[in-house]
């Protein structure tokens, strides 16, 4: 045999081997035409690298439901959209169950995940020392019973996994009605919305343990029974990020007890309490606060509670209901556009524009610039032109022309009086 051909035969059987040198496509599909009319049986045949993309349809029933990838890193995609691709569990099971060492490279990406009901952890989602990334989905209606965890999704034991773009809404569990975390994870949620979802006791929104955490550019809303987060020994950070009309009974908006947490370029109000602690920001125990160019305003009671042993590192440049001491604070209505209609940027006439600092955050809540300059606001010297909250204060298309043009032609005066 000659050493060509050898080469060849060795060649093919490490592709065969290996599953193919080359990313490979698994199509998903309901009814015929498709190899693969199980989301599982999909999963199955692919290997890491691999793209499996699932048909438009409701898939339900086995194979559709605690979905495993097996330690494989693939990419988990709907062709068009969570609108589009729905895993209904029909209240009797979870969609997926990762454990085998999933990284961040193994994806879900683009589903509506409704109906989860578990007696144990995550209603929707278990994550055991794997990091998945989750992304482009909705999360509706999916619970966990008993002392459980994680309505919608629960990572646990060194899990660091990345939540992105997603949807959690009406999910409940007991700690953390959508989202929770414990163990040694290190959790990224970013560009998320946490809606109308309850804890049977602490974290409406998300619940954290023994946990770094990095929340970013989210909205936390409507969420009940524990707030809108809660965070108990960790790392933690919020950033970018909007806390509204959530309810609890101790800590309305943001709570943390033990470890550090840092709140930047953050609005939150109208956070309700049934009884006389934190309505905005909690801090229990040994907890410490850093925050810098926030907005805590017009929640129930306390803008911001310390409990027990907790402690403030420092408030700078944020504008705090009933004030607090610190560098660049302030204590003024921030003159929200329209509160009512939930519209939480700030007016360009607000105190708090051109009134915060350089905290090394360059996008805003919607993704727009910053700073953005307003001609003839300055609220803070010579600083660069930051605002307060989550949210920089931009003027409308046509407000933004009209304060060119009137800016032109004051530079065009300056200049003929110059002459």
Same mark, same amino acid.
């Given at each position: ?43 199955? *045949? ?59 490279? *193994? ?16 209603? *929707? ?227 708090? *524009? ?66």
């Amino acid at each position: 045999m000659s050493h060509k051909l050898t080469f060849l035969i060795s060649f093919s059987l490490l592709l065969v081997l290996s599953g193919g040198s080359s990313a490979g496509t698994i199509h998903v599909g309901l009814g015929g035409g498709y190899t693969h009319n199980t989301i599982q049986s999909g999963v199955d *045949a692919a290997f890491t690298g691999d793209t499996v993309l699932v048909h438009n349809g409701t898939y339900t029933g086995i194979g559709n439901r605690n979905i495993d990838f097996q330690g494989k890193n693939i990419n988990l995609k709907s062709v068009n959209g969570r609108q589009n691709t729905t895993i209904d569990l029909q209240n009797s099971s979870r969609a997926f169950h990762f454990h085998s060492g999933e990284t961040r490279d *193994a994806v879900v990406d683009g589903f509506n995940i409704v109906n989860g009901l578990v007696s144990n952890n995550g209603g *929707a989602i278990y994550s055991f020392n794997s990091s998945p990334t989750i992304k482009n989905s909705r999360f509706y209606n999916n619970r966990t019973t008993g002392d459980t965890k994680g309505g919608a999704i629960y990572f646990t034991s060194g899990a660091n996994g990345a939540i992105m773009n997603s949807i959690f809404d009406s999910n409940e569990g007991r700690h953390g009605g959508a989202v929770a975390a414990r163990d040694g994870s290190d959790i990224l949620v970013s560009g998320s919305l946490f809606q109308y979802n309850h804890s049977r006791y602490d974290g409406g929104g998300m619940w954290t343990r023994y946990s770094t955490v990095d929340v970013e550019s989210s909205i936390f809303r409507y969420n009940t029974g524990g707030g809108g987060v809660r965070f108990d020994v960790g790392e933690c950070s919020v950033t970018n990020s909007l806390f509204y009309g959530n309810q609890s009974t101790y800590a309305g908006g943001i709570r943390l007890d033990n470890g550090h947490l840092t709140i930047m370029h953050t609005t939150v109000t109208g956070n309700i309490l049934a009884d006389s602690y934190g309505g905005g920001v909690f801090m229990g125990s040994t907890g410490e606060l850093t925050m810098i160019d926030s907005i805590v305003w017009g929640n129930d009671h306390s803008s911001v509670y310390l409990h027990q042993e907790s402690s403030v590192r420092s408030i700078t440049y944020s504008d705090i209901e009933g004030g607090w001491a610190g560098l660049g604070n302030i204590d003024a209505d921030p003159l929200f556009l329209d509160a009512l209609a939930e519209d939480f940027r700030i007016s360009l006439m607000s105190p708090a *524009a051109d009134a915060g600092t350089d905290a090394g955050v360059y996008v805003d809540l919607n993704g727009m610039m910053r700073p953005f300059d307003i001609p003839g606001v300055d609220n803070n010297g010579p600083l660069a032109d930051f605002d307060m909250g989550a949210y920089e204060a931009i003027p409308e298309p046509s407000v933004m022309l009209l304060v060119v043009v009137g800016f032109s032609a004051f530079i065009a005066r300056r200049k003929r009086a110059g002459n």
